[in-house]
């Protein structure tokens, strides 16, 4: 069965400094791997994606992740993160059959 | 031209009270959905519909019932609701890998 997990519930970063939210995925088939952000009370929205090519994708707001298949990881990464990047961040797999797989979350706070 | 929207956005009611969740999309999509987002944020899967066909039903009690009267609707109706049902309801849309979000309706069961 697939399965996404985060591997950090929270992670408390200073602004304008560099932050890693991690992320692994279980699955046998090829996948297509996702991040969604959610901002205080409103809906996820996509920050990013991978389907294939380039390992190193860029997504709004200056994020980017990294897709490591030998380590089964998509983990996101920003090199100077703001204030309003506060939030929820769910990394995401889709193997087909209209079923996506939300990891369990992880909050971002940036603090000043 | 909001791309998913949902109605109410905030719903407080009493226990055993029946009540409904509003979900239309204007992005052409095939299919929808219904999430339930608990107090830790934790994201399930309800239910899918593609081209108004129900295709997911993931163990979600009998007294949740979806109804897509069309494709660009799809509706949450909830009878005799209890405690645990307290939580933030999402419609999402797709055409394919990618999801988009309504902006969620908070319940508050009493």
């Known amino acids: 069965a697939q399965s996404v997990t985060q591997l950090d519930s929270q992670v408390p970063v200073f602004e304008e400094a560099p932050v890693e939210l991690r992320c692994n995925y279980s699955?046998?088939?090829?996948?297509?791997l996702f991040w969604y952000v959610q901002y205080p009370n409103q809906g996820l929205q996509l920050l990013l994606k991978?389907?294939?090519?380039?390992?190193l994708v860029k997504g709004i707001n200056g994020f980017e992740a990294e897709f490591n298949k030998s380590q089964t990881s998509f983990h996101l990464r920003k090199p100077s993160v703001h204030i309003s990047d506060t939030a929820e961040y769910f990394c995401?797999?889709?193997?087909?059959?209209?079923?996506?797989?939300f990891g369990a979350g992880t909050r971002l706070f940036v603090k000043a | 031209d909001t791309a998913v929207s949902q109605t109410p956005k905030y719903l407080v009611t009493q226990m055993g009270n029946d009540k409904s969740i509003k979900c239309e999309q204007n992005?052409?999509?095939?299919?929808m959905y219904w999430y339930k987002q608990d107090s830790k944020k934790f994201l399930k899967i309800m239910f899918s519909?593609?081209?108004?066909?129900?295709?997911i039903n993931e163990t979600v009690p009998n007294r949740f019932s979806p109804k897509s009267p069309d494709k660009a609707h799809l509706n949450l109706h909830i009878n005799s609701l209890e405690l645990g049902d307290s939580a933030v309801y999402f419609c999402?849309?797709?055409?394919?890998?990618?999801?988009?979000f309504g902006p969620g309706t908070r319940l508050t069961v009493l």
């Open positions: 699955s046998s088939v090829s996948v297509y």
């Open positions: 991978y389907l294939s090519g380039s390992t």
């Open positions: 995401a797999a889709y193997t087909g059959g209209f079923k996506t797989i």
């Open positions: 519909y593609n081209n108004k066909e129900l295709i």
């Open positions: 999402a849309s797709s055409r394919a890998d990618t999801q988009y």
């Open positions: 992005l052409g999509h095939d299919t």
